[in-house]
């Protein structure tokens, strides 16, 4: 009889061990679980998670969710380009946008202001620009600006020329001036003295003559010095006006002249 109990509780033990186990198996080795569970080896006191016993120490066997909830980073020799699932993806992806998000360089203009006559050029460049920039005159009938940024003065007046790379802007403020000369021609005697004036021009003017044995002259006077003919030039941002002078001494020899003949009667 005793036998017989042991017989039956044995098979019963048997029989919930299969259940168990075969309940056990359902739960702890789905497919889902398995791919989830990535294997990484560690040690007891390290800071990275190897792909295999990497260096020195006592590595064990841990799961990829483990090793992160220690705050373990992959090592740089078993990971170079980094893990590839969901967490590195995610650090990446971080990285990628603190990248994209970086602070650009602001743009720079050779010339914030110029100053121009009428007729001239000159060429506005840009500087730490990532874009293409485009170019806009606030007042194209003073002057114009071509999408190389060549500015080109129109007329007398004031202009503003932007430049736009991108989200960024600089202004460059252009003034355009015409000057002109008082007189174009002059008629004088030997050690007469006339003056010239450049109109429409607040800026230095610097005075040249082609002959200084004809005339000489500083600051717009002109003194004429012996026979002859000779241009005057006034010089301004680069652009030249010119004036011509006839020096004569006809009418002083005629003087002379009826003076000695007066003498000789």
């Not at 992959?74 to 990446?92: A, H, T, V």
Request: hydrophobic share 30%; proline share 2%; glycine share 8%.
């Amino acid at each position: 009889m005793n036998k017989t109990k042991r017989n039956i509780t044995f098979k019963v033990l048997v029989w919930l061990s299969v259940l168990v186990l075969s309940v056990g198996g359902t739960t702890y080795y789905t497919e889902d679980v398995a791919q989830a569970e990535a294997i990484v080896y560690v040690t007891r006191t390290g800071t990275k998670y190897h792909t295999h016993k990497c260096g020195n120490g006592t590595f064990y066997a841990a799961t990829l969710s483990e090793a992160e909830a220690r705050g373990l980073t992959p090592c740089s020799k078993c990971f170079p380009n980094g893990y590839s699932g969901s967490s590195s993806s995610s650090s990446s992806s971080g990285s990628s946008s603190t990248t994209a998000k970086k602070k650009e360089k602001p743009i720079k203009l050779n010339r914030t202001s110029i100053v121009l006559v009428k007729g001239q050029s000159f060429t506005l460049k840009v500087s730490n620009a990532t874009k293409k920039a485009t170019w806009k005159s606030s007042k194209r009938t003073v002057a114009t600006v071509s999408s190389g940024g060549k500015v080109v003065a129109k007329k007398k007046g004031k202009t503003t020329i932007t430049a736009t790379a991108g989200s960024q802007k600089k202004k460059c403020t252009v003034t355009v001036e015409n000057p002109k000369l008082n007189m174009d021609n002059i008629s004088m005697e030997v050690g007469e003295s006339s003056t010239l004036k450049l109109k429409g021009c607040k800026h230095t003017v610097k005075w040249s003559t082609s002959d200084s044995n004809v005339v000489k002259v500083k600051k717009g006077i002109i003194t004429a010095k012996g026979s002859g003919k000779a241009k005057v030039k006034a010089t301004v941002h680069g652009k030249k006006f010119t004036c011509t002078v006839i020096v004569s001494a006809i009418e002083r020899e005629t003087e002379s002249n009826a003076v000695n003949n007066a003498i000789m009667q």
